[in-house]
């Protein structure tokens, strides 16, 4: 009796849904523990479906659900493709920048996200294809960067995402291989997957890729704590509260451009023209606006330490 009454009550504690507390003092859930639905009981491990529990603490009613621990490329925050945006207005543009050089993703007074495009110029045409292939993060006095490795071809075996190491930077593997989320304690949570172009992209697109590159990207969904109302950068801009969007309704691909604002000198800089970046915390305004739609999913692993953590 005793062995089976043990057995029962592992079994209760394996099955029993997990919770989440929220631990960040700027949303509006702070100290609430919230359980988690028995669909998906675990803000960690992953069912068949690949969802896990979090919970959005800025947003009451202050209640858990299930999400993909993917980038959702329709939802806003996110960088896909060759490469479209979906901004904080849930505004859709695409910019294109130019290969091989790097851009100003976001641009705050703690925080400064910049991107790396790669791709190429087939014969006849007067822009680059283009693909975000590294990111590169400033916050304080850190630095840290992410990139999608060079391949000839693609190979799911192979792990295709490579990051320099950071102890103020937490990484929280989704899959064995080439899918992360990135913690920034405080500002940031970023999902990261690294894709190829498929040979069915290419036909629909007309990349014409070579056959020496498969041209390995990120596609990227942010999501943002306590920005300040005059955060810029390419996708940094569709936060602030009075930003009119110039992509133009009811086209196919609405393109803005600016890639002179944008351009930084390096992946790890903050000197394009638009940059409101600091690493002199003196200098950093702290009058912050929490914007409703721009906030940091509060589980247990967005809150929780620092320094590199992997999961299956």
């Not at 705050?108 to 292939?133: E, V, Y």
């Not at 899959?175 to 040979?199: D, G, L, Q, W």
């Not at 600091?278 to 809150?303: F, M, N, P, R």
């Amino acid at each position: 009796l005793l062995v089976i009454s043990l057995v029962a009550a592992t079994c209760f504690l394996q099955t029993k849904a997990a919770g989440v507390y929220c631990s960040n003092s700027y949303t509006r859930c702070y100290r609430k523990y919230i359980q988690c639905p028995e669909e998906c009981p675990s803000t960690t491990a992953m069912n068949s479906n690949n969802k896990v529990c979090y919970t959005d603490c800025d947003r009451p009613p202050c209640k858990s659900q299930c999400r993909m621990r993917k980038p959702n490329c329709n939802r806003h925050g996110s960088a896909c493709y060759d490469p479209r945006f979906i901004g904080g207005d849930s505004i859709v543009f695409y910019f294109h920048g130019k290969s091989n050089e790097e851009f100003s993703l976001v641009s705050d007074s703690d925080l400064q996200i910049n991107s790396r495009f790669i791709g190429h110029r087939p014969a006849g045409r007067d822009r680059d294809f283009t693909w975000i292939q590294a990111l590169g993060f400033l916050f304080n006095s850190h630095k840290f960067y992410l990139e999608a490795a060079k391949s000839p071809s693609w190979n799911n075996e192979v792990n295709h995402l490579r990051y320099s190491p950071n102890k103020d930077i937490k990484i929280s593997r989704v899959t064995m291989r080439n899918s992360v989320i990135v913690t920034i304690k405080n500002k940031a949570e970023i999902m990261v997957n690294v894709v190829p172009v498929t040979k069915e992209d290419d036909m629909i697109h007309n990349y014409k890729v070579p056959s020496d590159d498969c041209f390995a990207h990120l596609e990227v969904q942010f999501k943002f704590l306590n920005l300040s109302p005059n955060v810029d950068g390419i996708l940094g801009r569709t936060y602030k509260p009075d930003f009119q969007n110039p992509a133009k309704p009811g086209v196919a691909m609405p393109v803005v451009g600016g890639e002179d604002s944008f351009k930084t000198s390096s992946l790890l800089s903050n000197d394009c023209k638009i940059c409101i970046f600091s690493e002199s915390q003196a200098d950093i305004d702290t009058v912050k606006s929490e914007i409703e739609y721009a906030t940091l999913d509060c589980t247990s692993g967005a809150s929780s330490g620092y320094g590199i953590v992997c999961r299956k």
